[in-house]
């Protein structure tokens, strides 16, 4: 999508009226140093050719407190949301969102609605939850989301309703893709009644196919457990007369889980991703490469991305799920039924092992590195709203806190290009062709 000079501009909901240094709590934490002001910018390229100028023209707005706040905080009444499917670091983003809320900025009151945007509508009689210490201060420690998510379609005036009747004056929308898509409507429905509500997206997705967010929270956790069942293929494999360990790791449309495991276990010799193309048949065809790796090595692993291979696979398996999302046939099943038919045909042994540990990488609590960073994502979502920002997600970008239009935020997916440093690692971690077909 191209770039205009308005994409960047930050929607506000007004003149800012307080002052956070007025406010005993905010000024115990926030030295005047730490202030961040509008015209601080982080910008959108950091790599530039020498003798060049730095292109300042497209950048975002950096995060952080500001010294002028739009709302008064112990007049907010804030809600929060969780949407689409589950990812480790839920609970530490609404745990978060709440302690600075109620502790920093002394917000009246926290809600959480339940099972997504489904807990808006008053037809599925789910009330929402008050949040406090008790209710909240022990939910990391366990995977999912206190508030339960859900995806589907809720239309921007039901959930516009409910926050008016409610008086809610911040709404935080912890979500992937479709959930920003989301906000950003309901942002339009409260613009176009002229109510001052913020709409905050704090971004989520295991698949971390968020643009800029260098990493969405659970990632990290993710690839470590899908690092550990890379081991466990590889230990089959190894342990079998002609072993296969194939192991099928989500992502969607974007295969980031399959190619950091891959470089974190090491163990891998073929690593499928949605970006690619590849061809089980033919010369050049994985099964082929897989026939002769076989005869030299006896053993090889191979990790697939839920969503590689599916031009493979019959069209009538391609299903949409409640938010429209394309449901992917089954290519780890499918993978597997034509290696062990190859080899029959071919009249050679193999002993393949098959993993699927999809779900099970998005329950686990969050490990350090998500943990710190979800929280931090949840703090900066508050300060940006209690300055009167709106229709924006936090992103982070070269080491900094920034706040991203929604728009910009989804005009594009982020995925694995084949001529980047990352696949360029994976090619050398498994020795795979650059082409399989
Ligand atoms: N284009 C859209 N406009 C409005 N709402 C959307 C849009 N896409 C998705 N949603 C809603 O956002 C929620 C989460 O979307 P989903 O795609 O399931 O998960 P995720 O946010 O993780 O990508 C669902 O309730 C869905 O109906
Ligand atoms: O079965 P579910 O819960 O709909 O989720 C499956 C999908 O959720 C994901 O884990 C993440 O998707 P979202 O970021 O849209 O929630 C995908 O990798 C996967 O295709
Ligand atoms: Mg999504």
Redesign the pocket.
Known sequence: MPWKPSDFQITSLGEARYNAADFESIRNVTSDTLFVNDRERVPHQVVFQEGDPLDTSRAFEKAGPREKLFFNPGEVNAAIVTC??I?PGLNDVIRALFMELHYIYQARSVLGFRYGLRGFDPASGLDPIELNHERVSDIQAYGGTMLGTS?GHVAADVVVDRLQAHNIQILFVI????TQRAAHTIWEEVARRGAKIAIIGVP????N?INYVYKTFGFDTAVSFARDALEAAHIEAKGNPKGIGLVKV???DSGFIAAYATLASITVNYTLIPEMDFHLDGNHGLLNHLEKRMADKNHAVIVVA??AGQHLLPESERER?ASG?IK?GDIGVYLKQRINQHFKQKGLEVNLKYFDPSYML?SLPANAQDRIFAANLARFAVHAAMAGKTDMMIGRRFNQFIHVPIPIAVANRKKITLDSELWMAVLQATGQPAKMF
Not at 204 to 207: F, L, S
């Open positions: 689409g499917g990812c995806r979500g992937g893709d479709g989520k997705t295991i698949d196919d989500m992502g969607r839920e969503g799920d999302n992917h998005r």
